[in-house]
């Protein structure tokens, strides 16, 4: 069983800046892509950064520039560092990670709980 653990949201000022955390835990082979995804109240799930096992990564336009996803494989743990926050960041933060049971066996996909990060204005 994999699970993956979400810590570091919080309510912060606008301009202020907030660091998540989120580690994977059990049994696996390896993980591949690492990321977040973000739901305001009312809208769609929208992915907000991702990490490849190889370090590349990318990003969604809104927040280019201002947040930095990065990953430790030692401790299968992805960060999503965020600045110069806005209060459209308002959201629920979800980490994912595509994970290998085994060899020969397909990645799949395990979610975090999410964790609310809020932007005052």
């Known amino acids: 069983q994999v699970q993956l653990v979400e810590s570091g949201g919080g309510l912060v000022q606008a301009a202020g800046s907030l660091r998540l955390f989120c580690a994977a835990y059990g049994t696996f082979l390896s993980i591949n892509a690492m990321g977040w995804y973000r739901q305001a109240p009312g809208k769609q799930r929208e992915l907000v950064a991702v990490i490849t096992s190889g370090d590349t990564t990318n990003y969604a336009d809104s927040v280019k520039g201002r947040f930095t996803i990065s990953r430790e494989n030692d401790k299968n743990t992805v960060y999503l560092q965020m600045d110069s926050l806005k209060p459209e960041d308002t959201a629920v933060y979800y980490c994912?990670?595509?994970?290998?049971?085994?060899?020969?066996?397909?990645?799949?996909?395990?979610w975090g709980q999410g964790t609310q990060v809020t932007v005052s204005s």
């Open positions: 994912y990670a595509n994970v290998r049971r085994g060899s020969g066996s397909l990645s799949i996909r395990h």
